[in-house]
């Protein structure tokens, strides 16, 4: 029997060890909804930077996106920042609410980004789930059989055609330690974590820069999620509205001030 199309060969593995990955798609797979699932958690070794990073493969909920959503919101890409005081962050929203622009995001002054040892890496659905995913449940009214349990063709074809021109975008939130100054060996893991943001424009751009950035970095890869580029935090200040499938990215929204996210 011919192997699943759904289902990617494994890569190498040391005896006892962990998995060896060399490439970013080996690192972080896509999975298809009646294809095997991801490992919930795995230690992994990228051997071009010769470091081993865990890679844990769980669904985020809302509490994880608004544990930082303030640098979702108010972050610039490729700047490291501290977590602002919940009083900021309040005083942000009141600001928003009033219809007044918010306060710029302090970025930092001298940051010191350390390099883990064993950075983690959360390849949550944002970064796993391929623009052709299958559609079980018809919602085109298309023709099938009462029987029929699997995938519709139809509406996984349209909607996947549709997700394709529709220009995505796909944000990081990287994180590690900063290190102290003078540096002392091992005082930096007491030291406060900071962020960084990323933004790319696919999902293969983002796992290779989850695949740099931990493999080579040491950087820990604390969330991740997708948007649509005309509904961001830049370009409306509307609610947050999360679509349980990707391909929900692509559809029309009569709510023209919300901002709908996938992760």
Not at 100 to 109: I, K, R, T, W, Y
Request: overall charge negative.
């Amino acid at each position: 029997m011919p192997p699943s199309p759904y289902i990617k060969s494994r890569p190498s593995m040391l005896p006892n060890g962990p998995e060896l990955i060399t490439t970013p798609a080996e690192f972080i797979s896509t999975y298809y909804s009646n294809g095997a699932s991801p490992d919930p958690g795995r230690v992994v070794r990228i051997t071009p930077f010769k470091r081993n990073v865990f890679v844990s493969s769980y669904r985020a909920y809302i509490a994880d996106f608004e544990e930082y959503k303030w640098l979702l919101q108010h972050g610039n890409t490729d700047v490291w920042y501290e977590k602002p005081k919940k009083s900021w962050i309040r005083h942000q929203d009141t600001l928003e609410a009033s219809g007044c622009e918010p306060e710029e995001l302090a970025a930092m002054d001298n940051a010191r980004p350390v390099s883990l040892d064993t950075p983690r890496v959360w390849a949550s659905p944002a970064l796993t789930t391929p623009t052709d995913d299958d559609i079980f449940d018809c919602i085109g009214g298309h023709s099938i059989d009462d029987g029929f349990t699997g995938a519709c063709p139809t509406c996984t074809d349209e909607k996947a055609e549709a997700l394709d021109s529709t220009p995505l975008v796909y944000y990081l939130v990287l994180s590690t330690c900063q290190a102290s100054d003078p540096f002392l060996h091992g005082a930096h893991f007491n030291g406060k974590p900071i962020y960084k943001l990323i933004k790319c424009g696919s999902r293969d751009a983002a796992v290779a820069e989850a695949f740099y950035s931990s493999g080579l970095n040491g950087w820990t890869v604390a969330f991740s999620c997708v948007m649509r580029v005309d509904e961001t935090f830049e370009e409306r200040d509307g609610k947050i509205k999360r679509v349980d499938d990707l391909w929900m990215l692509a559809e029309e929204e009569d709510e023209d001030d919300s901002v709908r996210v996938f992760f």
